[in-house]
């Protein structure tokens, strides 16, 4: 199992510039989640599908931030402007629906935003 | 208060060592616990994954979940040099049918030989 796959692995830009994280879930997993990980804030959810549809967008920052889920092997996370204090890792992870089932996390996208 | 408290750390110990690490939740209606081991760099990953209270080993690791005092605790054994990473707490319940954890802060461990 390739496991859950995160690009780019970093990212450098400057503020104002738009920003798009991807991620392939494990294959058969029907939920995909977005993190966010700080030193300050420790892992933060951004947001999670369910079978390709939003289910709970509320850790969303600012409508700069938004997330799509094209199919089943594909999400992306989109930040437009990006801004500074959006420097973080952004981590995918994904989850079988049988019950408490847990999530497997991808390596991440480090974003440093100039 | 946060749902889920873990102690930052950085715990340092010398290798061989019995380590604990530890959380406190206040929501008992969290059913599955989890422990995720993060290296630098590297994305968190399934350590050990428990449903209620108990025990559950795997190894030098043992997960323990004490619903009663809203606590759980990773024990690790024979500590080494390669346990040294950042653990985290996780634990979920049914909501909407769905299952969503809420994390703790991680606890950085230091293994030194």
């Known amino acids: 199992d390739a496991g859950v796959i995160q690009s780019p692995r970093h990212e450098v830009t400057e503020m104002g510039q738009e920003v798009t994280l991807r991620c392939k879930p494990i294959?058969?997993?029907?939920?995909l989640f977005w993190y966010r990980q700080t030193m300050m804030r420790g892992l933060e959810l951004l947001i999670y599908?369910?079978?390709?549809?939003?289910?709970?967008d509320s850790g969303m920052p600012e409508d700069r931030f938004s997330a799509k889920m094209p199919n089943a092997s594909f999400s992306t996370l989109k930040i437009q402007p990006s801004e500074p204090r959006d420097s973080a890792v952004y981590f995918c992870?994904?989850?079988?629906?049988?019950?408490?089932?847990?999530?497997?996390f991808g390596d991440g996208t480090r974003l440093s935003i100039l | 208060q946060k749902e889920v408290e873990q102690d930052p750390g950085p715990l340092s110990v010398p290798e061989g060592a019995i380590v604990s690490l530890n959380c406190t939740y206040s929501?008992?209606?969290?059913?599955?616990f989890m422990w995720y081991r993060q290296y630098s760099r590297k994305g968190p990953e399934l350590l050990m994954y428990?449903?209620?209270?108990g025990n559950k080993e795997d190894g030098r690791f043992t997960a323990q979940v004490d619903k009663s005092s809203k606590y759980i605790s990773l024990f690790i054994r024979d500590s080494q040099p390669s346990d040294s990473a950042t653990y985290l707490c996780?634990?979920?319940?049914?909501?909407?049918?769905?299952?969503?954890?809420?994390f703790g802060r991680g606890t950085s461990l230091i293994v030194h030989p």
């Open positions: 992870a994904s989850s079988q629906s049988t019950s408490g089932q847990p999530q497997h």
């Open positions: 294959s058969g997993h029907d939920y």
């Open positions: 599908f369910n079978n390709n549809v939003p289910i709970d």
């Open positions: 929501n008992s209606a969290f059913q599955y």
């Open positions: 428990t449903y209620s209270s």
């Open positions: 996780a634990m979920s319940f049914a909501s909407g049918g769905s299952y969503i954890p809420t």
